[in-house]
């Protein structure tokens, strides 16, 4: 059958859709297979075609018929479109969901990671094609919220969900979607949870009033998921707290950056009244231990070393902000300093000083946060990785080849109810190897230079790298350290949501000769003894 307009593509669509609802695979493969594109409606065809593999595939849990459509898909080269590249991303998706589904988070790790992070990257392409039709835009930025959310990056799920409703508020799936993030993310608020549950119910309540929308992107289960979360959440009123633009406590020009920047340790920092005073209250909840003194040891080695992360972020945070803001009166004492100190200038544009000094330490410490993170992972689970050895990078793998993942990790991410904290972790310290995620590499090169080789800053485009040098734009430096911390705050979230996981499933297995260490939020103010 030849295809020669839109009426015409609309009767094979219709009868495919017939034979797949009839359970006729065989004859919708045939009859997609026969059709013949006429003048400029190639694209059209080919998108039908692959469209029937796909559907084919997940209605039958088949990933073979899947990689057929995603190959027709690719066929297309740089004729591909719009449609046809977010239908591709769609088709990665479903094959990572099947093989999680089908042989746990481990394996499909293991085997279909790229799937992942390959329609992430096209999904976010698309999102930010202005050209693009803007439903094509949101529904783009919508599902890399959920391939997040699925695997536990409910911070980063939630960054996609608000970019979608920038584009357009009324848009009920990014709003369902970023009521349940929320929803997930509450129990982690320290004194804050009734608050995350109102905005949720509220951001559900508005997905529910427009069924529709939610009916036409994300169907029938989409919208049960959205009444079923928002029953589970307490009578109470369904408009949300206020979300205030400034907060009466913020008068400490630091404080502010770090609101306006978004990089408190607090989900919705645009919450706290004007009477908070912990502005980072992150943290776990409870340890289960033994009681033998090893036991209550390693407890105590265990909150130390999540202090010492809280405590390199915030420094590495307060080190960019010194560096990098005009409103820092520490910086202009920093330049002050560098006033007494004699550099040689080779025209080239190179920036000197103590304040740059800063800069290049705090972009060190903002990277080093993500492998102090891979080191308590392997702490908290006891693995028998040399502490030596923990990069960020390899986190989940249990030796070089990186061809198994740690015993304990498996065992963690396994079941009905796996640990979304740490499947969260692990799929992030991907984002460092993966080739579609440079940035992070590129920091980590930069980093390892800023500690073993030498790191250039210029004020204009620097020179090229060299194997003993890196070289680096001031401005470059300044947006790659904010963006590490983004990603360093991400993995704080994900850490406490693991243990937090971790230790309720200790709780509901009842082992014996274990008692509860709650941890109550104490405000500990140690560093004027440091100059005692």
């Not at 009767?11 to 034979?19: F, N, Y």
């Not at 066929?75 to 590249?85: Q, V």
């Not at 970023?178 to 109102?198: H, K, N, V």
């Not at 109810?417 to 740490?422: D, F, K």
Request: hydrophobic letters at 40%.
């Amino acid at each position: 059958m030849v295809i020669n307009d839109l009426n015409a593509l609309l009767q094979s669509k219709t009868k495919i859709e017939h034979l797949l609802a009839s359970g006729d695979t065989t004859e919708a493969f045939a009859f997609a297979d026969s059709l013949c594109a006429g003048s400029g409606q190639e694209s059209h065809v080919r998108n039908l075609r692959a469209c029937t593999y796909a559907d084919v595939g997940e209605q039958n849990s088949l990933t073979s018929p899947i990689e057929e459509a995603i190959q027709i898909w690719r066929s297309a080269g740089n004729d591909i479109t719009t449609r046809e590249l977010y239908n591709l991303a769609n088709s990665l998706l479903t094959i990572w969901n099947l093989h999680e589904r089908q042989h746990g988070f481990a394996t499909a790790w293991l085997e279909k990671r790229d799937y992942l992070h390959e329609c992430r990257e096209i999904f976010t392409d698309i999102s930010n094609d202005e050209e693009a039709e803007a439903e094509f835009r949101l529904k783009a930025l919508t599902d890399a919220g959920n391939s997040y959310d699925n695997v536990g990056r409910h911070t980063d799920a939630m960054d996609c969900y608000e970019r979608a409703l920038s584009i357009d508020p009324s848009f009920a799936m990014a709003t369902g979607n970023r009521g349940l993030a929320l929803l997930y993310a509450s129990p982690y608020m320290r004194g804050f949870e009734r608050d995350f549950e109102l905005l949720a119910a509220a951001d559900l309540d508005d997905a529910i009033s427009s069924p529709e929308i939610v009916l036409q992107h994300g169907g029938e289960p989409a919208l049960e998921s959205f009444r079923r979360q928002r029953s589970s959440i307490r009578d109470g009123p369904t408009v949300a707290p206020a979300r205030a633009p400034t907060l009466p406590i913020l008068t400490d020009p630091h404080m502010v950056w770090c609101l306006r920047k978004g990089l408190f340790l607090h989900a919705s920092p645009e919450l706290m009244g004007g009477s908070t005073s912990v502005l980072d209250p992150l943290f776990f909840r409870k340890l289960i231990t033994g009681v033998s003194a090893s036991d209550r040891a390693r407890a105590n080695e265990i909150i130390d070393a999540f202090n010492t992360i809280k405590q390199d972020f915030v420094s590495a945070r307060y080190m960019v902000w010194v560096s990098s803001e005009p409103s820092s009166t520490i910086g202009r004492h920093a330049q002050a300093i560098t006033s007494h100190v004699h550099f040689l200038d080779t025209l080239q544009y190179g920036r000197w000083g103590v304040r740059t000094g800063i800069a290049v330490q705090a972009f060190k410490a903002a990277v080093d946060v993500l492998d102090k993170i891979a080191s308590f992972t392997h702490l908290y689970f006891g693995t028998n990785q040399s502490a030596r050895a923990v990069l960020f990078r390899n986190l989940p793998y249990e030796d070089r080849a990186r061809r198994s993942l740690a015993g304990a990790f498996v065992n963690a991410v396994h079941g009905e109810q796996p640990n979304r904290g740490l499947s969260a972790l692990i799929d992030l310290s991907y984002d460092l190897d993966c080739k579609w995620s440079s940035p992070l590499a590129r920091n980590v090169d930069v980093r390892h230079a800023a500690t073993h080789r030498f790191v250039t800053v210029y004020s204009e485009l620097p020179p090229r790298a060299s194997k003993w040098s890196e070289r680096i734009n001031w401005r470059e430096l300044v947006d790659e350290s904010l963006y590490q911390l983004r990603i360093a705050r991400s993995a704080i979230f994900y850490l406490a949501q693991m243990i937090d996981i971790q230790e309720d499933r200790k709780a509901a297995a009842g082992c014996r000769n274990l008692v509860t260490m709650p941890l109550a939020l104490l405000r500990l103010d140690t560093d004027s003894l440091e100059s005692d």
